[in-house]
T-cell receptor, first 114, second 117 residues
Framework: DSGVTQTPKHLITATGQRVTLRCSPR?????VYWYQQSLDQGLQFLIQ???????AKGNILERFSAQQFPDLHSELNLSSLELGDSALYFC?????????????FGQGTRLTVV | DQQVKQNSPSLSVQEGRISILNCDYT??????FLWYKKYPAEGPTFLIS?????DKNEDGRFTVFLNKSAKHLSLHIVPSQPGDSAVYFC????????????????FGTGTRLQVTL
């Protein structure tokens, strides 16, 4: 158990809909990362927050947004969903942004868009 | 722009032999490198890391070697065990003092290791 909790584990929704994925980081971790993994591909970095502020942005679509709340949990919002958005979405947390420490991953949310 | 590359999508090794997984990077700012292991339907789990001030780090059966001049690192698993069968991701980051500029973890595309009996 990495200490990072993601909910829900599975999500099935229709095209055009909007969903919210939730992540609770490890206790004490201030940095949260979101990654997308499609069809056994690599982990594509989406966005990173540190203590409530956006720190880095990757290949995140405009239809996607995220935020980190004062209690440090984070949400990834995906809207106007398309079939190609079906993927595993991982959240990870670390104590500092990009410092010499590892990030711990949650179990992921499997999103299926039908 | 793939800054971290794992050019071998898969590798098959016999149990008891050495597994060598390779990773190349292009961004010379990277100063911290990590290996993650991922089983199907699970999140990646941290395996081992190495700072750029070192060229080798060992943890049990796992050793990571870093060649900064070649921008190359490798993960050695010896002896390989069937439970090592998984996808291995190489990742890299940097943190610049004193500006505090930090990068996210950049991952390679992974190498699927199959350890056969």
């Amino acid at each position: 158990d990495s200490g990072v909790t993601q909910t829900p584990k599975h999500l099935i929704t229709a095209t055009g809909q909007r969903v919210t994925l939730r992540c609770s980081p490890r206790s004490g971790d201030l940095s949260v990362y979101w990654y997308q993994q499609s069809l056994d591909q690599g982990l594509q970095f989406l966005i990173q927050y540190y203590n409530g502020e956006e720190r880095a942005k990757g290949n995140i679509l405009e239809r996607f947004s995220a935020q980190q709340f004062p209690d440090l949990h984070s949400e990834l919002n995906l809207s106007s969903l398309e079939l190609g958005d079906s993927a595993l979405y991982f959240c990870a947390s670390s104590s500092y942004p990009g410092s010499n420490t590892e990030a711990f991953f949650g179990q992921g949310t499997r999103l299926t868009v039908v | 722009d793939q800054q971290v590359k794992q050019n071998s999508p898969s590798l098959s090794v016999q149990e008891g032999r050495i597994s060598i997984l390779n990773c190349d990077y292009t961004n010379s700012m990277f100063d911290y490198f990590l290996w993650y292991k991922k089983y199907p339907a699970e999140g990646p789990t941290f395996l081992i890391s190495i700072s750029s001030i070192k060229d080798k780090n060992e943890d049990g059966r796992f050793t990571v070697f870093l060649n900064k001049s070649a921008k190359h690192l490798s993960l050695h698993i010896v002896p390989s065990q069937p439970g090592d069968s998984a996808v291995y991701f190489c990742a890299a980051s940097y943190y610049l003092f004193p500006t505090g500029t930090a990068s996210k973890l950049t991952f390679g595309t992974g190498t699927r290791l199959q350890v056969t009996l």
